[in-house]
């Protein structure tokens, strides 16, 4: 029972330590805005974004590079439309839209 507290207790510290960091930013925000110190808002989100999209560059995606290199499925939405048995079968024999057996 100890063994799975201990990844239990480290997820509810990061997320307590996420909440913190949000609540200092967005106060940090406010306080910008309310004492219009817009300039300096500007360099902080300059700055921000300049992080995040570094942040995203080298970031590891080889493990999405091994998902992407799989085969993709058949499509058989065009096999449906058509009432073919599979999008590489042959057609199934069937009757025309518009005429009925009398």
Do not use: F
């Amino acid at each position: 029972m100890v063994s799975r507290s201990k990844p239990i207790d480290a997820r509810k510290r990061r997320r307590r330590m996420t909440l913190l960091w949000s609540a200092i930013v967005a106060l940090v925000i406010i306080l910008l805005l309310r004492y219009q110190q817009i300039a300096l808002l500007y360099v902080l989100a300059t700055l921000s974004v300049t992080a995040l999209l570094i942040i995203v560059a080298l970031a590891d995606l080889s493990g999405a590079r091994k998902a992407g290199a799989e085969v993709a499925p058949a499509d058989d939405s065009a096999a449906i439309g058509d009432r073919t048995s599979s999008p590489l079968g042959s057609p199934v024999l069937s009757q025309a839209r518009g005429s009925r057996q009398r």
